[in-house]
C-alpha cells in the first residue's frame, strides 16, 4: 500500500478541470491531487464527470497517461509474491470479445509450463462475455480471494483467476465506474490506465495484450486498435512490465460456442487436446509470446509448442481442475469435469437452418451475442442477473459450403421463448456468398512488440503484420 499524505490544497479541481477542457497538459502534480481526491471522496461526482468528459474530447499525451497509471497504482495494495518467482509471473488481459473463453485453457497450461499466474479477471457487460461469469457456471467456483488466499493457490496450482478486490486499484474502480454513466469508457488513455494499473498492481514479469478491432470489439477498425496497442505497451513498459500486444480480428464469435456454460465445455474440449482451431491458436500463440517474453522460450514460436504440449498431454486439464478445486468446486466435480460432463443445460433448445446454398462467408458476432443477452446470458447493467445456461452453438464454419436447409445454429434458452423478429435477426448474422471454400485467415493480425524485444524473436510475427 502506497499511502496517501493528504491533498495539496495549491489545486482546486475546478481549475484542473478548465485546464483540460482547455486542451492543456496536466502535470503529474495535478493528476494526482485529482486521483487522491477522488479516492478521498473530496471530489464531487459532477466535477470527475466534467474532467472524463474533457480527457475524452482532448485526450491525454503520453505523459499524461502514465502519470495516471501510476496514480492509479498507488492508491491501493500492491501484491507481493516469493523472490523465488521473479521471472516467472505472467498474465494476459483481452479487450473483450464474443466466445472469448482464451483465458480458460491459458492460464493453466502456463501453470503447466512452470509459471504462475495471477489472473485477476472481469465480468461481462453489454455483448462482450466475461471470464468469472464463464467460470461460475461450474457449481461451488469463487472468484473472490484475498491475497494470502491466491498465494496459497499459485503455490500450489500455479494459476488462479478472480475478482478484483477492494484493496487493489480503488482509484480504478471509482473512475470505471463514472466513466461507466458518462459515455466515457472508450477514452484511450482512460482505458490504457484501467488496464495497465492492475496489472502493475499484479507485480508482473511479463504481460501480453489481445487488443480486439471489428463489429463486435471496442476498436471498430485495425489502426483504431494499434493506436490502443501501442499506447498499453508503452505504458506497461514505462512501469517495468515487458508487455507486447496482439492485434486480433473480433467480427465473428471465437470457436462454436458463446454463452458461459456452453464457453466453459468448448475451454475443457480444448485443455484435452481438441476443440476448435482458432481457440487452439489463440491459446498456444498468445502463451508462446508470454514464455518468450518473460524468458522461459528462445522464441515465440518454441513457446507456442510448450503450450500446445500441456494441452496434448492433459497437463493443462489437470492444473484447470485443481485451480476449481482449490477456488471451491466440490472436488468430485473438479476431478471429474471433462467436456462431455453434464454442466446445467438450457430448457429449450432451437435449431436455425440456412436459407441459401453457398459459402459461409462471415458469420457476425455482435447480432447472435445482442440476441443472447436478451435471452439472459449477458447484462446490461454491472449487477444484472445472468442466466449461465443461455447460449448458442455455431454447426458451421466460415469458409465451408452449406446447402439450403442444413442446420447451422442451435440457441439454447429458457424462457421467454424465441421470438420470430429475435430468429429474423440471427439468420441476418449469417453471410453466404456464391465463392467457392476457403480457409479463413488467422485471427491475430498484428504484433506491437516490447520495446526491449524488438530486435529478436519477433521476425514471424512482424512479417504477419506486414502481410496482413
Not at 72 to 79: E, H, I, K, R
Request: glycine letters at 8%; a negative charge; one cysteine or more.
Amino acid at each position: 500500500m502506497f499511502p496517501f499524505t493528504g491533498l495539496d490544497f495549491q489545486f482546486r479541481i475546478a481549475d484542473i478541470i478548465a485546464k483540460k477542457r482547455d486542451g492543456f497538459h496536466l502535470t503529474a502534480e495535478e493528476i494526482r491531487h485529482v486521483v487522491r481526491a477522488a479516492t478521498e471522496g473530496h471530489a464531487q461526482d459532477s466535477q470527475l464527470g466534467a474532467l472524463l468528459m474533457a480527457i475524452r474530447l482532448h485526450g491525454m499525451d503520453p505523459e499524461e497517461t502514465l502519470a495516471l497509471t501510476k496514480e492509479f497504482v498507488a492508491s491501493g495494495s500492491v501484491l507481493q509474491w516469493p523472490k523465488e518467482w521473479k521471472g516467472f509471473l505472467v498474465d494476459k488481459h483481452s479487450t473483450g470479445g464474443v466466445g472469448d473463453k482464451v483465458s480458460l485453457p491459458l492460464a493453466p497450461a502456463l501453470a503447466a509450463c512452470g509459471c504462475k499466474v495471477p489472473m485477476i479477471s472481469g465480468r461481462g457487460l453489454g455483448h462482450t462475455g466475461g471470464t468469472l461469469d464463464k467460470l461460475e457456471s461450474v457449481p461451488g467456483f469463487c472468484c473472490q480471494q484475498n491475497p494470502a488466499q491466491m498465494l496459497k493457490i499459485l503455490h500450489t496450482v500455479g494459476c488462479c483467476i478472480v475478482g478484483q478486490s477492494q484493496d487493489l486499484v480503488p482509484a480504478d474502480k471509482i473512475f470505471y465506474a463514472m466513466r461507466d454513466v458518462t459515455a466515457t469508457v472508450d477514452s484511450l488513455p482512460l482505458i490504457t490506465a484501467s488496464i495497465i494499473s492492475k496489472k502493475v498492481a499484479e507485480s508482473l514479469s511479463a504481460l501480453i495484450l489481445d487488443v480486439k478491432f471489428g463489429e463486435a470489439a471496442q476498436s471498430s477498425t485495425m489502426e483504431e486498435a494499434r493506436i490502443l496497442a501501442k499506447s498499453l505497451v508503452s505504458v506497461g513498459v514505462s512501469l517495468g512490465i515487458p508487455t507486447c500486444a496482439l492485434i486480433s480480428n473480433m467480427d465473428s464469435p471465437i470457436g462454436r460456442c458463446v454463452g458461459n456454460t456452453l464457453e466453459v465445455v468448448e475451454a475443457l474440449e480444448c485443455l484435452e487436446g481438441a476443440g476448435p482451431g482458432d481457440l487452439r491458436e489463440l491459446v498456444t500463440r498468445t502463451g508462446g509470446y508470454l514464455l518468450w517474453l518473460s524468458g522461459q522460450a528462445s522464441s515465440d514460436l518454441e513457446g507456442a509448442e510448450k503450450i500446445a504440449k500441456t494441452l496434448d498431454d492433459r497437463s493443462a486439464l489437470h492444473c484447470f481442475r485443481a485451480m476449481l478445486e482449490a477456488q471451491g468446486v466440490p472436488p468430485k466435480i473438479a476431478r471429474t469435469l471433462s467436456s462431455k460432463s453434464s454442466l446445467r443445460k438450457a430448457s429449450h433448445q432451437e435449431l436455425l437452418r440456412v436459407e441459401t446454398t453457398g459459402t459461409v462467408n462471415l458469420i457476425r458476432a455482435k447480432p447472435i451475442a445482442d440476441i443472447l443477452n436478451v435471452l439472459g446470458a449477458g447484462r446490461s447493467k454491472a449487477n444484472d442477473p445472468i442466466n449461465h445456461s443461455v447460449g448458442a452453438e455455431l454447426l458451421v464454419n466460415i469458409g465451408q459450403h452449406v446447402e439450403k436447409g442444413d442446420p447451422w445454429i442451435r440457441i439454447h434458452y429458457e424462457t421467454p421463448l424465441l421470438q420470430d423478429k429475435q430468429k429474423k435477426i440471427l439468420q441476418e448474422a449469417i453471410h453466404i456468398t456464391e465463392g467457392p471454400c476457403f480457409t479463413p485467415p488467422t485471427l491475430i493480425r498484428e504484433i506491437i512488440p516490447s520495446d526491449c524485444k524488438k530486435e529478436d524473436g519477433m521476425s514471424a510475427v512482424q512479417r504477419e503484420g506486414e502481410n496482413s
